[in-house]
């Protein structure tokens, strides 16, 4: 049974009624963010009930020494957390003296939550009535700012309904914050200063080991009935211990001022908080206090109103060129708008320093800052929703981590500047605790190449390869090269040792996946080598002798890729996922018990092993990835096949499936595969959203609806698309960006329209007709 609490709404998530059991995983579904920062849905107020604090700032982190209970050479060092960053929204409230705590209140009522994500804004009201007998109506707004990334402004106002009674405000800052996750109990965060001038307040931290600085700040203004009023602040303080073992010692990490005013029955006493963080990634450390402040000077020159309205104007444009219009279907209208909101919180293209996160700004779970998720699922994404730059920005990320990922491979043993990009990393390095994945889930350095072909047949950047890619190209076909052995039995290459996309199985030979992919890039290498050397020659040269490339390396990857081995079965004429795969006990998902899903909570690890069950799409992810390299109808035979065995535990395994029952025309299945993919979180289908949303598999939704029911695919530098539309859909539109034209599709029951507003008229290709579409 999954979560039904979130009411149906076209352009905000909302919750109604008061339900401590929602506290947690609402705390996720609404949280907010700019690409820079991001901020769960906690409440400004102090909470006394189970809540998951969690404020971020992108690129911040910090380096858990590894923690597992056999030491294997070639581990990580450590584990990157995304780090629990100072507490910039807190506001503690007191009426007559009375603490506002939902959790201990004597009731609450109206209790509305909204998340309203055509403005960008989370909003709460709710009337409560504390154990003094003082009735009282709350109402907050709050958003982190779209154009100023390290502002976020709150606006806060108590309203006492059956008597007059002195309200007063604490607003504060404080970096005596916790993660939830943490291998060590380590300290994570030391505060050096901390400094409060007039209504002002700036506390100085810094992470450990990594030493990147924050100034976490704020400042307040207050209005009674509309009115602006003045009110002297009342320092507050608090204090921590922060150290370890024996030499715990006091120190100062919060910064509070009391203001306290009487208010009349049914008068509102409202406070608007500026604040956020400046950091070392962007500023000197020595000038973060001058930066905080010129923001915080701009910032209460503005006003709430005004900053609301650019907040307004700033996610117009961004719906402008990412929004898909459903009409017809309100659950699946808001299912794929929360997926692209979340999507563009969490990265905006701005910095090429920072990435996709699984979690984005919404938890701590699973650490780093980029898995290949970002290459397989999120750049198509961007590349059709943004720009170009943006996406490159993320091939860049790639690219600028370069040596780090020889580093990787040359721990594990490899040589000659092969490169094993990481599973997990914040700077390059790998930072994955867990053998099966570090060691052998190696399928990800495929994706890398994956992204920059992709990224050229979409863009029509040629560039980037000469430039930089092609770099990365030769690398990964070093990798595989050698990790690749020559069976003499076979007489082929094999790759032993491996865990495919289907984490269900792992230290498996011969993974289809893996060794497919493996040999395309041995031959997309030889390709794009001789292809530089021939059109980009100086390029070429400055290239080989940086890496010491030879015409004899080069002829060796297409001797690998060509007697690359492929499990086959010839009976059931299907490649097998790996070898073995036909040994197990094959029973349907179908046949499973409900008692027993999802099975990685009811089942030992050692079962699963055994089980025939997939996690996600592994074969089928190579059938998607190169989907003009099969048939329809060798499609089908593997989608009926593996289909009935995979669990779609993993939130990366509805989209693919979804993409590939539409290209088959199943379409009652693939919105069945949709629903779950768009609504994930929303639905929390896994039991696991208090911990966080999933960002990345969100760009995969969006794939669900281009590439699935709009067909959409580039053949030979022109796009086609094989449009579709769900049962339950009257219409649904969608933009792309594709090669510097933007191009609307809308799709009805009944036809589907192609229209550009300006440039030079575009070809493209729509149930295998030509059609010139025109201004």
């Known amino acids: 049974m999954h979560q039904e ?24 579904l609404m949280s907010i ?115 100023r990334d390290e502002l976020g402004v709150i606006q806060y106002t108590v309203t006492p309904l059956n008597q007059e009674a002195n309200i007063q405000y604490e607003p504060f800052v404080d970096s005596g914050i916790t993660n939830e996750d943490s291998n060590w109990d380590d300290q994570f965060w030391n505060t050096y200063k901390v400094v409060q001038e007039g209504d002002r307040a700036y506390v100085l931290s810094h992470t450990m080991k990594t030493e990147f600085h924050v100034c976490t700040y704020m400042e307040s203004q207050f209005a009674v009935g509309g009115e602006r009023i003045r009110l ?35 008068e509102p006493f409202t406070i608007t908080k500026y604040a956020g963080y400046v950091s070392s990634l962007n500023h000197a450390k020595g000038n973060l206090q001058n930066a905080a402040a010129a923001i915080l000077d701009k910032a209460i020159t503005q006003g709430f109103t005004p900053l ?69 699922y999120c750049i198509p994404f961007y590349m059709a929703t943004k720009n170009q730059e943006v996406a490159r920005n993320l091939l ?57 072909h992709n990224y050229e047949r979409f863009t029509g950047d040629t560039t980037y390869i000469p430039e930089m890619g092609l770099e990365v190209i030769i690398a990964v076909a070093r990798f595989w090269q050698q990790r690749a052995t020559f069976s003499s039995q076979k007489k082929q290459y094999v790759i032993l040792g491996v865990t495919g996309p289907n984490e269900y199985e792992n230290n498996i030979n011969n993974n289809w996946f893996t060794n497919y992919l493996a040999k395309w890039c041995l031959e997309y290498a030889f390709a794009k080598a001789q292809l530089i050397q021939q059109k980009h020659p100086e390029d070429f040269d400055r290239i080989a002798a940086k890496i010491k490339l030879t015409t004899t390396e080069i002829s060796q990857w297409t001797e690998v890729a060509d007697a690359m081995y492929l499990p086959y079965d010839e009976t059931l004429e299907v490649y097998l996922q790996q070898d073995g795969f036909l040994d197990k006990e094959l029973i349907s998902v179908s046949d499973l018990p409900q008692s027993e899903r999802p099975i990685n909570q009811k089942w030992s690890w050692d079962r699963i092993l055994r089980s025939p069950y997939i996690k996600q799409a592994d074969t089928l992810q190579g059938f998607y990835f190169f989907e003009k390299h099969f048939s329809k109808e060798e499609l089908e035979k593997h989608y009926d096949f593996y289909e009935p065995f995979t669990v779609h535990e993993s939130s990366l395994s509805p989209c693919v499936h979804a993409i590939l029952a539409a290209r088959l025309g199943r379409m009652e299945q693939a919105y069945a ?15 696991e959203v208090e911990e966080g949303l999933h ?41 792309v960006n594709f090669k510097g034209q933007v191009l609307t599709v809308a799709v009805s029951k009944e036809d589907a329209a192609f229209s550009i507003e300006k440039g030079a008229a575009l070809e493209i290709v729509v149930d295998e007709k030509e059609l010139i579409v025109q201004v």
């Open 396 to 452: 860049t990320y790639r690219y600028k981590q370069l040596d780090k990922a020889i580093e990787n491979a040359e721990k594990l043993g490899f040589k000659d500047g092969a490169a094993l990009f990481p599973m997990v990393t914040m700077n390059g390095e790998e930072c994955h605790n867990e053998w099966e994945i570090t060691f052998e889930e190696i399928h990800r350095n495929g994706a890398m190449v994956y992204a920059i």
């Open 33 to 147: 963010g700019n690409g820079a920062m991001g901020q769960r849905a906690n409440f400004e107020e102090h909470y006394s009930g189970p809540s998951f604090q969690g404020s971020y700032i992108g690129g911040v982190y910090y380096p858990d020494k590894t923690r597992v209970g056999w030491w294997k050479n070639g581990y990580p060092e450590y584990f990157a957390k995304v780090l629990n960053a100072p507490n910039w929204i807190g506001i503690k409230v007191r009426v007559d003296g009375e603490k506002l705590d939902l959790h201990t209140v004597k009731t609450v009522k109206h209790f509305r939550r909204e998340l309203n994500m055509k403005e960008g804004w989370l909003g709460r009201s709710f009337t409560a009535v504390l154990k003094n007998g003082i009735e009282i109506a709350v109402q907050s707004k709050r958003f982190v700012s779209m154009k």
């Open 5 to 28: 609490y979130i009411r149906e709404d076209l352009w905000s998530i909302v919750e109604e009624g008061w339900n401590p059991e929602h506290v947690k995983s609402s705390e996720s």
């Open 673 to 687: 595969f949709y629903l779950r993919t768009s609504r994930l979180d929303l639905d929390d289908y896994n039991k």
């Open 232 to 266: 002297s602040p009342k320092r507050t303080e608090k204090t921590s211990y922060q150290g370890a073992g024996e030499r715990k010692h006091e120190t100062q990490t919060y910064a509070g001022f009391a203001y306290e005013t009487p208010v009349k029955a049914n």
């Open 308 to 376: 609301l309205k650019e907040q307004q104007k700033a996610w117009e444009a961004i719906w402008a060129m990412s929004d898909i219009t459903i009409e017809g279907d309100v659950k699946a209208q808001q299912g794929i708008r929360f997926n692209i909101f979340q999507l563009n919180q969490t990265y905006s293209g701005k910095d090429a320093r920072l990435n996709i996160g699984p979690k984005g700004f919404t938890g701590e779970k699973y650490g780093g800052s980029t898995y290949w998720d970002t290459e397989a």
């Open 695 to 735: 960002i990345t598999s969100m760009a995969g939704t969006w794939m669900s609806v281009i590439e699935g029911f709009g067909g959409m695919h580039v053949r030979d530098g022109v796009l086609h698309f094989k449009p579709q539309i769900p049962d339950t859909w009257d219409l649904y539109s969608f933009k």
